[in-house]
Each structure stands twice: as structure tokens, then as C-alpha cells.
């Protein structure tokens, strides 16, 4: 990307942030807090502009230097608009003026694309949990199964935590920008599983508003994804503060990587506590509870760095998608 490519595409990005009308104060105040983290005078000022409603979608358009840049802000404002489910009128309304704004004519999979979206956000929460294994190869015998020592019925959960944290950091080196999306409902049908083992009876809305507590709320994660793809890193200082350290210098998508296994990891074992103790803890002992957690995954992040890399290098995308949008099943399936 170039570098005068990078303020119109943030830009068209807390355009589609903002395009529903709806920001909930604790929406509000996500928003603040990662645009504060894009850092530097020139965005501060960006992101007034935005939110005052002097910056309009063609102008920053217009700014677009090439196809490239132009398909990935329209990837992104997606990512943002399906980020919180269903896309509304307003919100399909600006992908339309976008799009048009760019010049798209429909042969580049763009509509392809609003499909995974689509899909992604209305993904059910009762389906097997997500396998980054690689499938084996056509025609292969089916190997016979080892037989499975008994585990406690924490160490299964843990287990399960510990590998969904490890697809989620996974998906973020990927380079398709759809694959960030893919996290939320990995994170949802996470803390719908955990639940379900506990004996309770969740909706897409009760895991939303737990996501919302802790903090890490869909249209956040997304565009907390979306600045570390468009800034390519954290030179500026924008994320070191997201884990601590832990990352250093290195590049953007793995700095996304580090944030994704911590954030699942911490919501998963979060959950597991909350659920365990019959929902029971208050918003802050909850937040309390997320945050030591995130504190044990970012000791634990250095030692499995190389497990999310191997992930990544064989996660197959289009099956992984497959197993999302896949037909709902019972949680004990």
C-alpha cells in the first residue's frame, strides 16, 4: 500500500464505522479508545472530521490512488460493516455510494465478497467448533482413530480455549482481509460452547453484550484489525501498549496475531469462570477476571508464536468459512 493511500482508507473505514447512526456510548468510547491508538496529530484531526460529518465518502475516494488500494478499502469498509451482524438500510446504503464511488463494476468478487460477509455475521452459534487442521490428502485411507484418554472436564475446555486462540491469532497473518472477520463468530461460538457445557442457554445478543463488557467488541476488533493492516506495524507506536510489550517492533499482522490469541484466549477462560460460577460476577469483577487472564496469554503468547505461523501456512480459508456457515448443530455435536 502506499503511503498516500493509508489516511483516505482509514478514513473510508470510520466512515463505515459510523454509517449505521447507532453508536451506543460504551460503542462510543470503544472507538475513542482505538482511534487514539492510530496515533499523530493528522489522524486526530482525521477522525474529527469524520465524526462531524465534514469528510464525505467520495472525497476520500477520490483520494485513491490506485485499483488495488481501492478494492482494499472497500474489503475493509465491509469487514466494518458486517462487523456487528446483519448490514442495515443506512449501512448498505454506503457500501452502495462507496462502490460506486470507486468505480467497481461487480467483476472483481465483489459481491462475492458481501456474500462471505453476510454469511459470517449470521453465522450459527450451535455448529462444531472450527478445525485449522489441513485435510488430508485426495484418496488417502481414513487413518483409524487413537484411542482418547479420559480428561477432566476443565482440561477439554482448556484444550478448546488453547486452539481457538491459536486459529484466531492464525487467521490475522492470513492476507486475505475477509479473514479477520472470521474471528468474531470463532469467539462467539467459543463462549457458546463454553456456556452450553455449563448448562446455559445462550443467544447471539447475551455474547455480544459479554464480548461488550470485557471490552472487545465486534466493530472494535475489526477496526482495531483494520489500523494494524493500513499502519503496517507499530513504528509510530499506536499498539505497544495493546500487550504490554510483548510484540516489540514487529510488523502489523503479527502484532494482530499476538492480539487475537490474547483477546480469545482471555475471553475463553473469562467465560469458562463467569459460566462456571452460575453468571454470577459483577461487570468489573468480570473485566477484573478478563484482564488476569490476558495477563497469563501474554506470557504464554512468545512460547506459541511458532504454532500460530504453522497455522497460518496451511489454515485452508474458503474450508475454514465452509465450517462457519455451515448448518447449525446441537452443542453436544
Same mark, same amino acid.
Request: charged fraction near 20%.
Given at each position: 500500500?502506499?503511503?498516500?493511500?493509508?489516511?483516505?482508507?482509514?478514513?473510508?473505514?470510520?466512515?463505515?464505522?459510523?454509517?449505521?447512526?447507532?453508536?451506543?456510548?460504551?460503542?462510543?468510547?470503544?472507538?475513542?479508545?482505538?482511534?487514539?491508538?492510530?496515533?499523530?496529530?493528522?489522524?486526530?484531526?482525521?477522525?474529527?472530521?469524520?465524526?462531524?460529518?465534514?469528510?464525505?465518502?467520495?472525497?476520500?475516494?477520490?483520494?485513491?490512488?490506485?485499483?488495488?488500494?481501492?478494492?482494499?478499502?472497500?474489503?475493509?469498509?465491509?469487514?466494518?460493516?458486517?462487523?456487528?451482524?446483519?448490514?442495515?438500510?443506512?449501512?448498505?446504503?454506503?457500501?452502495?455510494?462507496?462502490?460506486?464511488?470507486?468505480?467497481?463494476?461487480?467483476?472483481?468478487?465483489?459481491?462475492?465478497?458481501?456474500?462471505?460477509?453476510?454469511?459470517?455475521? %449470521? $453465522?450459527? #452459534? /450451535? =455448529?462444531?467448533?472450527?478445525?485449522?487442521?489441513?485435510?488430508?490428502?485426495?484418496? +488417502?485411507?481414513?487413518?483409524? &482413530?487413537?484411542?482418547?484418554?479420559?480428561?477432566?472436564?476443565?482440561?477439554?475446555?482448556?484444550?478448546?480455549?488453547?486452539? %481457538? $486462540?491459536? #486459529? /484466531? =491469532?492464525?487467521?490475522?497473518?492470513?492476507?486475505?482481509?475477509?479473514?479477520?472477520? +472470521?474471528?468474531?463468530?470463532? &469467539?462467539?461460538?467459543?463462549?457458546?460452547?463454553?456456556?452450553?457445557?455449563?448448562?446455559?442457554?445462550?443467544?447471539?445478543? %447475551?455474547?455480544?453484550?459479554?464480548?461488550?463488557?470485557?471490552?472487545?467488541?465486534?466493530?472494535?476488533?475489526?477496526?482495531?484489525?483494520?489500523?494494524?493492516?493500513?499502519?503496517?506495524?507499530?513504528?509510530?507506536?499506536?499498539?505497544?501498549?495493546?500487550?504490554?510489550?510483548?510484540?516489540?517492533?514487529?510488523?502489523?499482522?503479527?502484532?494482530?496475531?499476538?492480539?487475537?490469541?490474547?483477546?480469545?484466549?482471555?475471553?475463553?477462560?473469562?467465560?469458562?469462570?463467569?459460566?462456571?460460577?452460575?453468571?454470577?460476577?459483577?461487570?468489573?469483577?468480570?473485566?477484573?477476571?478478563?484482564?488476569?487472564?490476558?495477563?497469563?496469554?501474554?506470557?504464554?503468547?512468545?512460547?506459541?508464536?511458532?504454532?500460530?505461523?504453522?497455522?497460518?501456512?496451511?489454515?485452508?480459508?474458503?474450508?475454514?468459512?465452509?465450517?462457519?456457515?455451515?448448518?447449525?448443530?446441537?452443542?453436544?455435536?
Amino acid at each position: 500500500m502506499e503511503e498516500q493511500d493509508r489516511e483516505p482508507i482509514i478514513a473510508i473505514c470510520l466512515l463505515a464505522a459510523l454509517a449505521d447512526g447507532e453508536r451506543t456510548p460504551e460503542e462510543q468510547e470503544q472507538f475513542a479508545r482505538i482511534t487514539a491508538r492510530l496515533g499523530g496529530d493528522e489522524v486526530a484531526a482525521l477522525v474529527g472530521r469524520v465524526q462531524r460529518g465534514e469528510l464525505k465518502v467520495a472525497e476520500a475516494a477520490q483520494q485513491l490512488g490506485s485499483r488495488e488500494s481501492r478494492r482494499t478499502a472497500y474489503e475493509m469498509a465491509v469487514a466494518m460493516i458486517y462487523a456487528d451482524g446483519e448490514a442495515n438500510l443506512r449501512e448498505r446504503d454506503f457500501l452502495t455510494e462507496l462502490k460506486h464511488a470507486i468505480d467497481y463494476n461487480g467483476t472483481d468478487g465483489v459481491e462475492s465478497l458481501h456474500e462471505e460477509a453476510a454469511s459470517l455475521a %449470521q $453465522a450459527p #452459534l /450451535a =455448529g462444531p467448533t472450527p478445525d485449522a487442521s489441513p485435510p488430508p490428502p485426495k484418496g +488417502a485411507p481414513r487413518a483409524s &482413530q487413537p484411542a482418547i484418554p479420559a480428561v477432566s472436564h476443565d482440561t477439554a475446555l482448556d484444550t478448546m480455549i488453547r486452539q %481457538q $486462540a491459536l #486459529l /484466531a =491469532g492464525a487467521l490475522e497473518l492470513l492476507p486475505q482481509n475477509i479473514a479477520s472477520l +472470521a474471528i468474531i463468530p470463532i &469467539q462467539m461460538r467459543l463462549v457458546y460452547r463454553i456456556g452450553a457445557d455449563y448448562g446455559q442457554k445462550l443467544d447471539a445478543a %447475551q455474547i455480544k453484550d459479554l464480548l461488550g463488557v470485557l471490552g472487545i467488541g465486534a466493530a472494535g476488533q475489526v477496526l482495531d484489525g483494520v489500523a494494524r493492516r493500513i499502519l503496517g506495524g507499530l513504528g509510530r507506536g499506536m499498539f505497544g501498549r495493546v500487550l504490554g510489550g510483548v510484540m516489540g517492533g514487529t510488523a502489523g499482522m503479527v502484532a494482530g496475531a499476538g492480539v487475537s490469541f490474547v483477546s480469545t484466549y482471555a475471553l475463553g477462560h473469562a467465560a469458562m469462570q463467569y459460566y462456571a460460577q452460575g453468571r454470577r460476577l459483577s461487570p468489573a469483577d468480570l473485566r477484573a477476571l478478563f484482564e488476569r487472564f490476558r495477563g497469563d496469554a501474554e506470557a504464554l503468547l512468545p512460547k506459541v508464536q511458532q504454532e500460530i505461523h504453522a497455522q497460518s501456512r496451511h489454515l485452508d480459508l474458503s474450508r475454514l468459512l465452509a465450517t462457519i456457515r455451515g448448518p447449525a448443530l446441537t452443542p453436544d455435536s
